[in-house]
């Protein structure tokens, strides 16, 4: 079984992974979502986020764009990382789980929270 994260604003993907309200979490199983529920975000600092989605069992993060700190433990994890997203996180989760979904790689360089995350 496969569990996919998706960083998100209610049921939108969040621009920002560590500054999103709540994480879609997707169970698949035969290429088929078969559970899903939103945790809260627990709140964001750094190194954080990554470690506590690893211990939820997480194999997929989704987000529209995420720091390189983050992604680099995500990898010592060996949880994927897809950023670029956007749209409804169901829908996201879907793509990826039908191969449509592609990382665009992009890495959010400033913190100053101006959603000005570019590859």
Request: negative net charge.
């Amino acid at each position: 079984m496969a569990k996919i994260a998706v960083a998100s604003e209610n049921e939108k993907v969040t621009e920002h992974f560590g500054h999103c309200l709540n994480f879609n979490i997707y169970e698949v199983e035969n290429g088929q979502i078969v559970k899903s529920e939103s945790i809260p975000n627990p709140g964001h600092k750094p190194g954080f986020l990554p470690n506590y989605l690893h211990d939820l069992g997480v194999n997929v993060i989704i987000s529209g764009g995420m720091g390189g700190g983050a992604i680099d433990i995500f990898n010592s994890h060996q949880i994927e990382v897809v950023v670029g997203a956007s749209g409804v996180a169901s829908e996201a989760a879907a793509a990826y789980i039908a191969g449509t979904l592609q990382s665009t790689g992009s890495v959010c360089h400033d913190h100053q929270h101006q959603d000005s995350c570019s590859g």
